[in-house]
Each structure stands twice: as C-alpha cells, then as structure tokens.
C-alpha cells in the first residue's frame, strides 16, 4: 500500500501549491505566469531563440525545475501524470518568445503530442514560428524501426541541457531543431521498478509489484515494462539494462559518451553509486570512454523505488552544449 503519510494540504491543490513553493526556490531567476501553471525564466534575453518544455507534474524536478541559464526558457505544467492544457502551453510559449522563434521539447506522449500541437497551431496563426522535437530515448516503449513510438523519459535531461545551451549560443530556430534532433538520435535509456510510487489526490499506487519483484522497462506513469522478474542483484540488474541500452543504437568500441543515473524517487544515492561501478566496469570491457557522468534525482515518479540509466553518445558538438554552464533548481553545472 502507498505510505499515507504524506505532507499535503489539499490534494487537489498539490499542483499549485508547488509552484508556488518552486518560484520561491529560485530566489527571483523564475516567475509563475499570472493565471497559469506555467513557470517562466525572468532574464531571457531579447533576440534569443526560445526554448520551451513541459509535461506532467508529479515528476519533480522534471520539467519546471529545469527553467534558467542555458536550459529552459519556460515550462508549463500540467497536473499530476496528466499533459498541459493547450492554453497553458500557448501562453507559455507567449512569454518566451523574443522573436526568433520556439523550440518545443518535450516526453513523447500522446497527451502532450495532441496538446503542445493544438497549441503549435494557435501559434503558427499568431505568425510565431515552432518547431517541435520530442524525446524518445526509452528502448523498452518499442523496437529500433519504431524509435518515433518511444517514450521519453530521463534522456530528457541531457535533452534539456543541450537544447538549451544551442538555444542560448545559436541564432537560428533552425539550427537549434538540428542539435536537439541529433541529441534525441544518439540518446537512449530503459528504466527499473522495485516498488510502486501513488497519486497524491488519489492515494492509488501506480501500478502492483510483489514485494519480491522489479519490472525491467517500467514507464514514467507505471507502463508495463518488458519483463517481470524475481529481485535480483544490483550487478544482475545492470547486466540486463546494459545489454538491452548498448545493443540497441547501437554502442561501440570508440564511442565517447555521457552517463546518466536516474532515480525514481525512493531509491539511496548507495544504491545509484553501486550501479555506476557495474556499469563502469561494463563500459569499460567494451571500450566505451565516459566523458561525465550524473548520478541524482531528476525524473521522479511519486516516491517509486527504482533507476533508470540513460547513455548519450557524444561529438564535439553535443559535448560543447552539455558542458555549458548551467542555472536551474533541478539541475546546476559549473
């Protein structure tokens, strides 16, 4: 059963309320959209091309906690597990655009598909032009020919990072779509679930595990995963999601690449760091060079016990935008 002891106030409100307390984090580098769950950037410079992202709450810090310095523009926020109304996504966009276009980016799914396009078009009668890229790095969602069926889950950060740093070095909406669709290309990862996460204004869990199982592919809302199996060991675990991420781009010896290790939400940073040393050890018997790696908390899923694993292959290119400094309440980088 989920834990009922939960620090709410109103459950519907949980939405609300944390942006509210999410403005007040970023200590005046973000505002909240007057009648609008939506956060926005405070020092957007003028003639910069505008980068856009959003999705369902519930995954903290993803996506609002990703708006600052060479990342996010803006975000709007839709509730929890559930996509942004269309009007909240326009008006969003509205606030960020300071003429040179908008880059949406965001999970591929199909509420956030059907929203943030019927928002591109109320756009694009407004004579803003919008290109949308959504990330599609989850190699359980679907097989290689069907890469456009995929999910987006934690690759999105790394997405966000260097979509943000084209946006803010690039003066062309065009050539910031080509770096955020080369990303979205050379990124992949596959998640596991050890325990179910809850609805905060329901109290349901998102999905049923025994206590004695995991779920190899589980999504970002309690999707089915690929497998269902007994509790394993954290080396067994990371064999198996390692064989299905490097099989799939596929990754090989001389690829340069950078690592992501995501939790869920109720899994230790001891657990996380046990997991980078096996997955270090099979990068390295593959001939597989680490350029950095980011072991945290970034794409949460209501306090689910699990992590998920996400390998960008780098060029010169996507190297020099992930590594730009970065400003955001749910992701800094010197």
């Known amino acids: 059963m989920p834990n009922p002891k939960k620090v709410l106030n109103d459950p519907k409100k949980v939405v609300s309320e944390m942006i509210d307390g999410l403005v007040l984090a970023n200590d005046g580098r973000v505002y909240k959209l007057e009648g609008q769950p939506a956060l926005i950037r405070s020092d957007i410079p003028d003639g910069k091309v505008a980068l856009l992202i959003g999705g369902g709450s519930g995954h903290e810090p993803l996506f609002h906690g990703f708006v600052g310095k060479n990342m996010g523009d803006g975000a709007a926020c839709g509730q929890v597990f559930a996509a942004p109304a269309p009007d909240i996504i326009y008006e969003a966009a509205k606030a960020v655009h300071r003429g040179k276009g908008i880059l949406f980016l965001y999970g591929n799914y199909a509420g956030d598909n059907m929203n943030f396009d019927i928002a591109s078009e109320m756009l694009d009668d407004d004579g803003i032009d919008v290109r949308t890229v959504r990330v599609t790095d989850d190699v ?15 690759g999105d950060i790394y997405m966000i990072k260097i979509a943000g740093g084209a946006a803010a070095e690039l003066d062309s909406l065009d050539e910031v779509e080509r770096v955020a669709r080369k990303a979205v290309a050379n990124v992949r990862s596959i998640g596991v679930a050890v325990a179910a996460g809850s609805i905060p204004e329901t109290g349901k869990l998102t999905f049923e595990l025994a206590d004695d199982e995991i779920e190899i592919g589980m999504g970002a809302h309690g999707e089915a995963g690929v497998s269902r199996q007994k509790m394993k060991s954290a080396d067994a675990i990371a064999d198996e999601l390692m064989e299905k991420i490097l099989s799939d781009l596929p990754f090989k010896a001389g690829d340069e690449v950078a ?60 190297k020099r935008y992930l590594d730009m400094p970065a400003e955001s309440f749910g992701y800094s980088r010197m």
């Open 140 to 154: 359980a969602a679907a097989p290689p020919e069907r890469t456009h069926d995929r999910r987006g889950i934690a």
């Open 259 to 318: 690592l992501l290790i995501n939790n869920l939400g109720a899994t230790t940073m001891m657990e996380m760091l046990i997991v980078n040393r096996r997955i270090r050890q099979i990068l390295d018997r593959e001939g597989i060079k680490v350029h950095r790696t980011d072991v945290g908390t970034w794409l949460t899923v209501q306090e689910m016990a699990g992590f998920s694993v996400t390998l960008l292959r780098l060029d010169d290119e996507l």
